[in-house]
């Protein structure tokens, strides 16, 4: 029985769906298909517009949101995440696959579903493997300065399609170039669709809402009502381009959609192309799997929910396998709908699958009628979704609070802007591991001493203090590991080539969580050269764990002095009968 108890256990860490849909009821139910509703109406025109922006035919956006959908809701954990094709995503598949083939050639169409296949087996095998805490290393600074970036690219990227100009390039300036070049080929229909979707939809956002709730209708149903805004966009802007004959006079269209189920498609195993997408499909593993945690755990903490990034990993992985072979590319969670979808009551993640459900519905029976779809209106649909990415008082804030935040958050913006969303977020990866170096190489260290009438030990720059003579207590506020052992050492022996009469060295360890084989290969230098000096080395505070690492060493055998239980220990132990001097803050330099 207890091996079958953990069994079962097992299987609903990997098949949440066992969990949530054992209390699945009507009222749930009711819940999930009013968000499905709210979110398959937001989703078909932006589906369509993701995929015009991965350069991709317009019918692979609908089927990256059928089955991954799906997939999500078996294995996923979040209870709100909408998964799907997103603006980043879809702009890193452009930048990846455009290298290997030319947009509408079935090698593009190829390349992008083995792309989403080997993120899906990527992401897979990190949530198998529970090595979920490596999106740990990018940054927030980082990962907010690349969203802002691609926001930007993707928004200019998509001016061609409003002015109805070719245009071609991965980076802002090869863009602007491109458009200016190109500036006097403007067709003024194409314009005139455009700007008026932009006007209209960046209306929508703000004001419709409160202009139906002003005409007495109920809250839920003008929240619907809002956000149909842009199919409302999507319909008008087909009846004005096939009543007007708009095809006609150059204004670019959708065309034929193939109608029907996605299709059974198989990913490339060429060699070759495998090897060149390796990198990409990692990269857009990282990026799609920090940015849909990071909305799921803020979703799930206002229902004071939970969940498993370990988990999400493999969610999110089933689902690019599910778009691989169907016909779809690579997909994540995404913010806004992620956020409709919480605001419209999904209580499972048995929305997403019905939201899927509306979707296929869609593919079977509306896209005949997406013929005269004028790309323009798609392409206001992205630029106002990608505008609320862009957050440029970030760096306001990052120079505010640190400028090295600032510089990694500067020099991520940059760029990717300047040379494409590959090598910005590299650099994003390389920055957050190289900041995350930097700080921890030089880390805080300061001399304490006993603040009078009590047992706690302060920075005798900050605070007024009692120390001795022939007494140095340095606190540790880091791990020591190979890239700050260094930094430790010289400091103690700069610190203590002094005119004081220093006896006893103390290291207040009570912030020190782990000491690797490098940094106590420094300890033991350390403890020889203070031998040599005629100085004993003591350790104070300890922790459990790295006591027990330290225990398996020689080096508490080698050690000159003693490990104390406490600093107050230490300080009253070495102290001597002199008794502990007054020290000022301000005298020494605070």
Known sequence: MPHASSAMKTVRRYLPILEWGRSYDGQTFSSDLMAAMIVTIMLIPQSLAYALLAGLPAEMGLYASILPLVAYAIFGTSRALAVGPVAVVSLMTAAAVGAIAEAGTMGYATAAITLAFLSGLMLLALGLLRLGFLANFLSHPVIAGFITASGILIATSQLKHILGVPAHGEALPDLLISLLTHIG??????LAIGLAALAFLFWVRKGLKPLLLRTGLRPRMAELLARAGPVAAVAVSIL?????????????IVGAVPQGLPPFSLPSLDPGLLRELLVPALLIS??????????????????RQRIVPDQ??????????AAAFSGGYPVTGGFARSVVNFDAGAETPAAGAFTALGILIAALV???LLYFLPNAVLAATIIVAVLSLVDLSILKRAWSYSHVDFAAVAATILLTLVFGVEIGVSAGVALSVGLHLYKTSRPHVAEVGLVPGTQHFRNIRRHDVETHPSLLTIRID??????????????VMDRVVCDQPIRHVVLMCSAVNEIDLSALETLEEINHRLGEMDIRLHLSEVK?????????SHFLDQLTGE??????????????????ARIDPVAAGA
Not at 240 to 252: I, P, R
Not at 286 to 303: D, H, N, P
Not at 480 to 489: E, G, I, P
């Open 366 to 368: 509306l896209t005949p």
């Open 185 to 190: 080929q403007t067709n003024p229909y194409t």
């Open 286 to 303: 990282i990026i799609g799997f920090v940015e849909s945690v990071s909305v799921a755990r803020t979703l799930a903490a206002k229902r």
């Open 240 to 252: 004005l381009t096939w009543g007007l004959g708009l095809e006609a006079k150059g204004v670019a």
């Open 312 to 321: 999400e990993l493999i969610g999110l992985g089933a689902s690019n396998v």
């Open 544 to 552: 459990g764990p790295v006591m027990d690492r330290l225990k398996r």
């Open 563 to 580: 490990v104390f239980l406490a600093q107050y220990d230490a300080f009253r132990r070495l102290t001597g009968p002199q008794g502990p």
């Open 478 to 491: 880091e791990s020591l590991y190979f890239a700050n052992a260094a930094f430790l050492q010289d400091l």
